[in-house]
């Protein structure tokens, strides 16, 4: 699955990085993938998913992994054209003009993990809360553990990289266990509720491709290794590699995950549960499934908030450097590290996790992921149009079966951002917020283009 092509110059295609640290290696690379994509959001998908469709949830698995695959493909092949960090506003920039990438980034990146943020705060507080009582202040403990990985981030990426390992490592190691005494054990109270529905009948007469959409959210956010590609070893054979193997690591340690709760759990359960993975810990593990649940959901949400703070503010560094953000974000401090975006990205999520609830944040989050998916699409597009604008460019990493994966990846999205809503009577609401977040963006980035650029909107940069 990965096509890679060796020449002198592409070896020197990615820049060094400016300082001597260590270069982040084929592991962390993964470790950062993995923990960005498994948030305590995917492992209540996971569970929902196995108790609407067992079985069929399993074929919607490996169709969302192939459709991921494809997802990494074009960044791959993107990344390793234009390897900065500005990663995908690089990229469309190049293809389609700044005011798509200035929208892209924003819309689908940005205003996301600002509200995903406090969804993933709002959680652990309440294990927390679970776990310890009245011994902690309410929303004490994420924000120290917000301020913990802001300094580890601040201080370098070979400091980011040791503690995405650590976190990563125990987040994976957490899950893997869950998932394997689950399946080994057996259940020692009476089985009363639905048992999960392991017939083909919907991988037969093709029901299992309504649940694609919600199996699509366990393997979305491994690009975001893509905007460190300068402070990685040998990104040229990494990149690709980090990205297809964690897609396939992910597949594994969620189909791990949902086979040990189905012996565990019944559907009602499953599908009723606004916890469902505490019921599963505490079903295998008894009295110690809080505690192991809570380790599940602290190690998930640190390991998406360090690489949010990882990846984000070298997004917006490179974005800043082709005037496409305020040019403060461009700032380094003595460790190389984007210290203004950092800290930016660490505050704005703070406003609606102090201000907000965790009910209304999910809406938000759900309507906001549709721009996220555009941005999927844009990335596809940018290969497309880039292949026929610069045939001769150097690609050290040639996305297989072109265009098939681009149109497979380009359909699939469109399906998922149209299956978006939960629940039918969400749908206008969420498509209301959704055009309404693009709508303001759209705005903001077509001004910003139009006055302070001084560029046309969809006037492809070919510097």
């Not at 993107?78 to 293809?95: D, I």
């Not at 005494?181 to 999960?196: A, I, L, Q």
Request: aromatic share 8%; hydrophobic share 55%; net charge negative.
């Amino acid at each position: 699955m990965i096509a890679i092509t060796d020449s002198d110059n592409v070896n020197m295609a990615a820049k060094p990085a400016t300082n001597k640290m260590k270069k982040i290696g084929l592991l962390t690379m993964m470790a950062i993938c993995i923990g960005l994509v498994i948030v305590q959001g995917a492992m209540i998908s996971s569970l929902q998913g196995l108790g609407i469709g067992g079985m069929a949830f399993i074929a919607a698995m490996v169709a969302a992994l192939i459709i991921a695959q494809c997802n990494a493909m074009s960044f791959a092949e993107l990344s390793l054209m234009f390897p900065q960090q500005g990663t995908l506003a690089t990229y469309t920039q190049k293809a389609i003009g700044h005011f798509p990438a200035i929208v892209s980034v924003f819309a689908g990146y940005v205003a996301v993990a600002i509200l995903a943020i406090p969804v993933e705060l709002f959680l652990v507080d309440a294990m927390i809360g679970e776990l310890l009582p009245g011994m902690f202040p309410e929303k004490s403990v994420p924000i120290l553990i917000l301020v913990i990985l802001v300094i580890t981030n601040l201080v370098g990426a070979d400091v980011f990289a040791k503690v995405q390992n650590v976190i990563a490592f125990i987040l994976v190691i957490a899950l893997i266990l869950l998932g394997l005494v689950g399946m080994v054990s057996t259940p020692t109270h009476e089985f009363v509720g639905t048992p999960v529905d392991w017939s083909f009948g919907g991988v037969m007469d093709g029901s299992f491709i309504g649940l694609i959409a919600l199996a699509m959210w366990l393997f979305v956010g491994v690009e975001y290794i893509c905007p460190m590609i300068n402070e990685v070893k040998d990104p040229i054979k990494n990149i690709p590699r980090a990205m297809h193997l964690s897609l396939f690591a992910i597949f594994g340690i969620f189909l791990a995950f949902i086979l040990g709760a189905s012996v565990f759990l019944d559907t009602e359960t499953l599908l009723g549960s606004p916890l469902p993975y505490l019921d599963y810990a505490n079903a295998v593990f008894g009295d110690a499934g809080l505690l192991i649940a809570t380790v599940m959901a602290l190690a998930a949400t640190c390991s998406t908030i360090n690489t949010i703070l990882a990846a984000l503010p070298r997004m917006l560094q490179g974005m800043a450097e082709q005037k496409q953000a305020f040019p403060q974000l461009k700032q380094l401090n003595r460790f190389d590290t984007p210290w203004v975006g950092i800290l930016m990205m660490a505050i704005l999520p703070l406003i609606p996790f102090l201000t907000l609830t965790i009910d209304s944040l999910i809406v938000l989050v759900i309507a906001a992921t549709t721009s996220y998916l555009l941005a999927y699409i844009t990335a596809h597009v940018d290969v497309m149009v880039l292949r026929k604008r610069l045939p001769d460019h150097s690609r050290p990493y040639r996305s297989p079966f072109y265009p098939v994966p681009q149109v497979i990846g380009i359909i699939a999205m469109v399906y998922v951002i149209i299956n978006n809503s939960p629940a039918p009577e969400m749908t206008t609401m969420i498509f209301s917020i959704a055009g309404g977040i693009l709508l303001t963006i759209s705005i903001i980035g077509a001004l910003w283009v139009k006055f302070y650029m001084k560029r046309n909107l969809f006037e492809p940069d070919m510097d």
